[in-house]
């Protein structure tokens, strides 16, 4: 099976409270975007796609004229949600023996290892989903109570998801649920098969505030050589 990546970055970023969408904020001296596009370079032989806001294709194509980044990919024109923009994308796949690997472009700090290990493990299983354990103690709310809930019971859910193709088309070809909270909810509704857990990493968070550009950032200075 060739491997692909639909990398997500169609967002206007409102929680940011930035007038340029957070996918195209400087991190270590490029934009989000393309530090998320270089860690599947060598992993994907099929392709790698990228849906943008319909309104900056054009500047995306002068930040990598500007940035000099020439890592092959396709622009797809993202939707009003998420979930328009991964259908558009999977429009533009033809391989049927395809792996997709569907991934937030504003989570820059994902390892090439844990996207390896997404593929091996949708190889085996036909899809895999990186989750980290909770490390803070949560309570159930229920109208106006609350109640004591075991973490242990409970996993944060992160990105790349990596699928069958045939599934994820499946999965966005039915109509959108406000259920459906990530591919791995899609899927689950479309074709009742079973999603597969592998432990993700703590750094690789989205960012969607100032102060996760800035943890990113420090982040990354302590990997650097």
Not at 5 to 26: C, N
Not at 68 to 89: C, L, P, Q
Request: hydrophobic residues 40%.
């Amino acid at each position: 099976m060739k491997h692909y990546a639909i990398i997500t970055a169609a967002g206007t970023g409102e929680r940011m409270q930035s007038s340029l969408p957070k996918q195209f904020l400087l991190l270590s001296g490029l934009p989000v975007l393309m530090h998320a596009i270089k860690k599947f370079e060598a992993i994907v032989d099929g392709e790698i796609l990228v849906t943008l806001p319909e309104n900056y294709m054009d500047y995306w194509k002068k930040l990598c004229v500007e940035y000099d980044f020439h890592i092959s990919h396709i622009v797809v024109a993202g939707g009003t949600i998420r979930f328009e923009s991964v259908r558009n994308a999977l429009e533009k796949i033809n391989d049927d023996e395809a792996l997709v690997a569907v991934h937030d472009g504003v989570r820059p700090l994902v390892s090439e290892s844990l996207i390896k290990n997404i593929f091996a493990g949708a190889e085996k299983n036909g899809n895999t989903v990186p989750c980290i354990p909770l490390s803070d103690s949560i309570r159930s709310i229920e109208g106006e109570k609350n109640y004591y809930a075991d973490r242990k019971n409970f996993v944060s859910i992160q990105t790349p998801q990596c699928f069958r193709l045939s599934s994820l088309r499946k999965a966005y070809a039915q109509n959108f649920s406000e259920t459906f909270t990530d591919d791995a909810t899609a899927v689950e509704a479309a074709t009742g098969e079973k999603i597969f857990l592998l432990e993700g990493e703590r750094q690789n968070i989205k960012i969607t505030t100032y102060s996760d550009l800035e943890y990113c950032e420090s982040m990354m200075e302590r990997t650097s050589p």
